[in-house]
């Protein structure tokens, strides 16, 4: 079994030093595989069984990754976070603790953002955009520059703040186009990054499906999205041609608690518990793979 990965976590993984990394190399050992490590740029020539980060895997093989924060992660044969199991499963927030939830919640939330409060004083709408802007992908409803459009024509009366991803190379084409539509709409408000600080203040959340409206969960902000994602169960959803969530948002409140010990606690690998190996198993052999028992 070969473990694609790119470095630093290349490096990482090889000496050891990496936690789920090394209870997943414990899990496939135990089971009987020899476990080798190679480059990421390395997958297309494998021929035998194959686990990649990230990437999308090569014909019988799996792909890992984290469920958007450290120690929980997910192993499944598509790279597509809206391909996976969780985001096929039924959520019912009536099976799920609650003062468990809560506790949970709770500590995570002082973790993840130890100094944020919420607030909606500001009352504008955070639209943290991705990549590709001018494109209209197979997962989306729209391309991301006309969410944008749509999210002005719906909510017209409360500003509208559209935030550049840091770390996105965003083209000269897709700048001007920005650039034109907020010349045409003052209460559009063009920016880089600043996510707490938005996820706080905000109204509530539009995007593809950004970790931000992840995020803004722990904020309590209601989002609505515009594309395929895993955790898509306590948002709402919108195209061009059915709008409708923007007039249901306000009153938008699902128990973020409840619905994060279900998506983390129950249905991702908790790299830090007792039971990480038992769940890292049970996704392997969810992909197809065959452990003993």
Not at 93 to 113: C, G, I, N, S
Request: charged letters at 25%; glycine letters at 4%; aromatic letters at 12%.
């Amino acid at each position: 079994m070969t473990l694609y990965l790119e470095d630093p976590l290349l490096r990482s993984a090889r000496a050891g030093a990496h936690n789920f990394i090394a209870h997943l190399v414990a899990v496939l050992e135990q089971a009987g595989y020899r476990v080798h490590f190679a480059a990421t740029e390395e997958v297309a020539s494998n021929d035998g069984l194959a686990l990649t980060h990230m990437i999308p895997p090569p014909p019988g093989g799996l792909t890992f990754r984290r469920v958007y924060h450290y120690p929980f992660w997910a192993i499944e044969p598509s790279a597509e976070r809206w391909a996976w199991d969780v985001a096929k499963e039924a959520y019912s927030p009536d099976l799920v603790p609650k003062t468990e939830a809560d506790k949970f919640y709770e500590r995570w939330q002082k973790r993840l953002f130890p100094t944020a409060k919420a607030s909606r004083q500001n009352g504008f709408v955070y639209v943290p955009l991705q990549g590709r802007l001018l494109e209209h992908r197979s997962f989306q409803s729209c391309a991301p520059i006309d969410m944008l459009r749509a999210t002005l024509n719906a909510d017209p009366h409360r500003p509208v703040v559209a935030a550049l991803h840091p770390k996105e190379r965003y083209s000269d084409v897709e700048m001007e186009a920005l650039t034109r539509l907020a010349h045409r709409s003052p209460m559009l408000t063009l920016r880089t990054g600043g996510m707490e600080d938005m996820l706080r203040d905000c109204d509530y959340i539009v995007t593809m499906n950004s970790a931000a409206a992840f995020n803004g969960m722990f904020f309590g902000k209601p989002s609505i999205l515009f594309a395929k994602i895993d955790f898509h169960h306590v948002a709402l959803h919108a195209m061009p041609e059915n709008l409708s969530a923007f007039d249901e948002i306000t009153h938008h409140a699902p128990d973020y608690a409840r619905y994060l010990w279900w998506f983390w606690h129950e249905r991702a690998i908790n790299a830090g518990r007792p039971d990480v190996r038992e769940k890292i198993r049970a996704a392997l052999r969810r992909g197809g793979w065959s452990l003993p028992t």
